[in-house]
């Protein structure tokens, strides 16, 4: 009599198993870092700073009850940095939260950033054929980073500039509007009346620049703002 009441113990042991069982669900680890990845790579677009998901640890599998798995991250996109990042996910089974759990992320820089084709010297002008684009990885903070050609297009290179470097503003300079020794043209103006007047220029300058200048003739010197190339403007209010 006792042996039938054993196995019968035994198969009911054995259905309240494969009760319990058939509704769970085993995620591995390398699913759960492809599916957190794809998600924070989704977030870190948000940012629009050129950041890049390129791994996603993840040590242990996921026991998770049947039902559709999302990532949802736990996370400000602002925080994001180039390197390791310590990433807290919210797992959600059919839209509703079953656990909590952090993953290390590796992030990069990319971006998309104008370069020189080939090398220039110091005081070259700089020309749109000059000029291509180039995807980099950036690993630190560059100050003055150039991310639009327009700004160094026409501009001159204060120093050598090598072929396939990133940019910096501080590289360049506006082309000199006037040189030393040059005759300009002089507009003097103080309410209505208008003189117009040539001098020679005693410094360099670019436009904007205040410079130096000296009446040909008495050879009194005067200051007076570039305006534009051989073109200097005074304002007498």
């Known amino acids: 009599m006792k042996r039938p009441l054993i196995t019968g113990c035994l198969f ?3 259905a309240l198993f494969m009760a319990a069982t058939s509704y769970s669900q085993v995620v591995k680890r390398v699913d759960i870092a492809d599916g957190v990845q794809k998600s924070l790579a989704n977030l870190a677009k948000q940012t629009r700073s050129g950041l890049v998901v390129t791994k996603v640890f993840q040590r242990h599998d996921l026991k998770l009850t049947d039902g559709e798995v999302e990532w949802q991250i736990d996370v400000d996109p602002e925080s994001l ?10 797992v959600l089974v059919d839209g509703d939260s079953k656990k909590k759990i952090q993953v290390s992320a590796i992030i990069k820089r990319m971006l998309e950033v104008p370069v020189i084709k080939r090398s220039l010297k110091r005081g070259s002008l700089v020309n749109a054929k000059d000029i291509k684009w180039k995807r980099l990885e950036v690993t630190r903070t560059i100050d003055g ?3 639009d050609e327009q700004d160094v297009i026409g501009m001159v290179t204060q120093r050598s500039v090598k072929a396939g470097m ?3 503003m501080k590289w360049f300079a506006e082309p000199l509007a006037i040189d030393r020794g040059e005759r300009v043209k002089v507009k003097f103006v103080k309410g209505g009346l208008v003189i117009n007047t040539t001098a020679v220029a005693m410094s360099k300058g670019r436009v ?17 703002k570039v305006s534009a190339p051989g073109q200097a403007l005074i304002h007498a209010w």
Do not use: C, F, M, W
């Open 81 to 90: 940095v180039p390197g390791r990042n310590t990433i807290a996910v919210n």
């Open 208 to 224: 904007g620049d205040t410079i130096q200048l000296r009446n040909p003739k008495s050879h009194i010197r005067y200051e007076a």
């Open 12 to 14: 009911g042991a054995a």
């Open 166 to 168: 990133p940019l910096r």
């Open 145 to 147: 980073l150039l991310v």
